[in-house]
């Protein structure tokens, strides 16, 4: 069988495509500082990302409305700071 060097042509002009294209995405990689650009690179890692960000979000927003209603400390400061109690300077 011969293979035609227009064939043999068109395959390699493939392949370089391809590695182009890899390139690119690893390049893409490396300048974001992310391995997951889009959901569709790895959608249950992505998903997991997103789980992840949503669930600090909300710890923030805890730990945010905690302080802001946090009791204010009944003893002296110097006593606070020696008890490690919840005085604030």
């Avoid at 068109?10 to 590695?19: E, K, R, T």
């Avoid at 400061?77 to 005085?87: G, M, S, Y």
Wanted: proline share 4%; charged share 20%.
């Amino acid at each position: 069988m011969r293979v035609s060097s227009n064939t043999l042509f068109d395959g390699n002009v493939a392949a370089m495509s391809q590695q182009q294209a890899r390139l690119l995405q690893t390049q893409q990689q490396v300048a974001t500082g992310r391995k997951i650009l889009t959901a569709s690179d790895n959608p249950v890692a992505a998903a997991r990302a997103l789980e992840l960000a949503q669930s600090d979000a909300m710890n923030t927003q805890y730990a945010t409305t905690a302080r802001r209603r946090a009791i204010p400390c009944r003893w002296p400061k110097p006593h606070c700071k020696v008890l490690q109690l919840c005085c604030r300077t």
